[in-house]
């Protein structure tokens, strides 16, 4: 402590910049001594360079890497079976075969080399050291396949190097390579060691870029193996880690394209297993973007599994409906998310379409639909809809002011407003009594004329519906708008007669047919947009890029026409119910758009022929 003490009150000495440096022996300046000392090291390094010169990775190189190896694995195993139980003199042995296979790691850089490696029968050896009992020289064939199967090689290769990559995988399958990987999957994730923690890892990398490379990978490898078994297993771990979200990724993976595994997992009672994972996030959010990403993941791997019938059966009786809704009414991250997966659960099921209304689900989903405004409350900056600021006049329920707002019951809870505009001239926002809560949000609903002035029907609630940040609002918003008239249009075609139906009819005639409103909002802006589409491709083949009716059709896909023909058909069930007031305003908001019933059949009719063939 002294001797710092007087170091630090020691003044700093100051350059002398007036006194000339001072002469080296042989009378040379520091300058030159520096200019000099930096010759010999450049003289020293090309020296050296000469004397080991890199050898450039070609077929003779890689023989002579495949021989030092084989030699290597070779000495190890006498070494095993000669002092099984002395293993300080196989050691040795065991770093020099890790050393052999970090040597072989160059070869990533050069797939050409790929089916010269397989000619010289080098690949058994290499997988036969998975089931090592070292897990270090386990682990090194790990990242050794990890590298030479690294989608980076096969993005950046031509069309002769992905064939080799392809040789490559091909190869490795037949040598069990499936089935060694999922072994040392069991055993390694048996360990805490971080290590072998990033072993598993890589191992799941190592499926991703084979199943990168050939397709036919996702299936085979749950065919021949345990894997979904132990996927289901890190899903039920209730704690997040990297293997955990990656072993989501990596089963969505394997479900997305293949019914066979999607089957498969719902007998290994996987519906049930992604539900329980799913609730975890039923009320609270993802502490990161890693987590977030996993709960997506998770969520992609329930709509693969939602495809097949007898898993929407699953589905129902796990009770994936109410867990669903309660989801929704939560306004969670996964919000978006719980909207996707009852669209997917209710296609074509009508026992789903039953139990959402007998759980009063209508009310949920009707809320969504009409939710398509949202803004937080501010007090320093006006509120500007369509480009002009208007003046609202709002009326909050007393009991919601009376005392210390913060201790109010009703803080947090819905409280519904009536907001009339009066006119579309530049005047102040009040937001006053707003600013109590701190956290409001408020949803506009619908907009109408009334006796020559917009009113517009808003809900403030106490939290917004959440949005990933990766995503932007707009495409957000459009998303669940599309899912959301999927799931309705699923329903009124599920549901076809009964109590349930009029439950589900009598929505669009409450508050003067506002839901009729905004179904006919929706139908003119996605009608709108697939006309530009449809116009803009009738311009490229003008310039002489044709497209087949294919790609015209998935073009127009793109652009909105399923969420245009899920509206005609909502359209089509509401005519079809012989209601008076449903059918007046259809035909009177037909009108004023200036379109006739037939505008909607031909909708309708398009796409029964293209499903017809």
């Not at 139980?85 to 050069?110: C, G, M, R, T, V």
């Not at 379409?353 to 009409?370: I, N, S, W």
């Not at 609630?461 to 309705?488: A, D, F, H, T, W």
Request: aromatic share 6%; proline share 4%; charged share 30%.
């Amino acid at each position: 402590m002294e001797i710092a003490t007087a170091r630090s009150h020691n003044p700093k000495r100051k350059r002398d910049t007036t006194s000339p440096p001072p002469p080296f022996s042989n009378g040379e300046t520091a300058a030159d001594e520096i200019d000099l000392s930096l010759l010999d090291a450049i003289e020293k390094s090309q020296s050296l360079s000469k004397s080991q010169p890199i050898e450039t990775l070609d077929l003779k190189t890689l023989k002579k890497l495949i021989l030092s190896f084989e030699r290597k694995y070779k000495e190890n195993i006498e070494s095993r079976l000669k002092y099984p139980d002395h293993p300080e003199k196989f050691a040795d042995s065991e770093i020099d075969l890790h050393n052999e296979l970090q040597k072989l790691k160059i070869l990533s850089s050069a797939p050409e080399l790929y089916p010269d490696l397989i000619t010289l029968n080098s690949i058994p050896s290499v997988l036969s050291l998975l089931s090592h009992e070292n897990t270090d020289i386990a682990i090194d064939v790990i990242q050794l396949l990890q590298d030479l199967t690294d989608e980076d090689v096969v993005e950046m290769s031509n069309e002769n190097e992905e064939e080799s990559m392809k040789v490559l995988v091909n190869t490795l399958i037949e040598n069990n390579v499936l089935e060694l990987l999922v072994q040392n999957l069991q055993r390694l994730s048996d360990s805490d060691d971080q290590d072998e923690m990033a072993a598993v890892y890589n191992t799941l990398a190592t499926v991703e870029n084979m199943i990168e490379v050939e397709p036919k990978v996702a299936e085979m490898i749950c065919e021949k193996t345990r894997v979904l078994k132990w996927l289901l297993g890190k899903l039920k771990v209730r704690e997040f880690d990297s293997n955990k979200q990656y072993a989501a990724e990596i089963l969505s993976i394997l479900l997305q394209n293949s019914e066979a595994n999607q089957k498969k997992l719902g007998q290994m009672n996987g519906v049930d297993v992604v539900l329980q994972a799913v609730a975890m996030y039923k009320s609270k959010d993802p502490k990161s973007g890693d987590e977030e990403e996993m709960v997506e993941n998770l969520f992609d791997c329930l709509c693969c599994l939602l495809m097949p019938l007898e898993n929407k059966e699953r589905f129902v009786k796990a009770e994936g409906v109410e867990l669903m809704i309660i989801i929704m009414k939560q306004k969670k991250l996964a919000y978006g998310s719980a909207i996707r997966a009852l669209d997917f659960a209710m296609t074509n099921y009508p026992p789903a379409c039953e139990r959402f209304v007998d759980v009063l689900g209508l009310k949920t989903a009707f809320a969504a639909f009409m939710v398509f405004v949202a803004f937080r409350a501010s007090k320093s900056k006006p509120w500007k809809l369509m480009k002009t600021y208007i003046e609202i006049i709002y009326l909050f329920k007393k009991s919601s002011l009376h005392g210390n707002p913060a201790s109010s019951p009703n803080v947090g809870a819905c409280m519904e407003l009536s907001l009339i505009v009066i006119d579309k001239h530049r005047i102040s926002f009040p937001l006053m009594d707003l600013s109590f809560y701190s956290f409001t949000f408020i949803f506009i609903n619908h907009g109408r004329i009334r006796n020559g002035a917009w009113v517009l029907c808003v809900t403030a609630v106490g939290r917004l519906i959440p949005m990933s940040k990766k995503n932007k609002k707009e495409r957000y918003q459009e998303e669940l708008e599309e899912r959301v008239v999927s799931l309705i249009a699923s329903l009124l075609g599920g549901i076809l007669r009964g109590s349930r139906r009029e439950r589900v009819l009598s929505k669009f005639v409450e508050s003067e047919c506002e839901k009729i409103d905004r179904l006919m909002e929706l139908y003119i802006r996605y009608s709108d947009r697939v006309k530009e589409e449809t116009k803009r491709m009738d311009e490229l083949e003008l310039d002489d890029l044709e497209m087949d009716e294919d790609e015209r059709y998935n073009r127009k896909l793109e652009s909105g026409l399923y969420t245009l023909q899920s509206i005609a058909i909502i359209l089509g069930h509401l005519w079809c119910s012989e209601h008076p007031r449903m059918r007046a305003r259809i035909e009177l908001l037909l009108r004023q758009q200036k379109l006739t019933k037939n505008d909607v059949k031909d909708i309708l009719l398009a796409r029964m022929k293209r499903a017809l063939g």
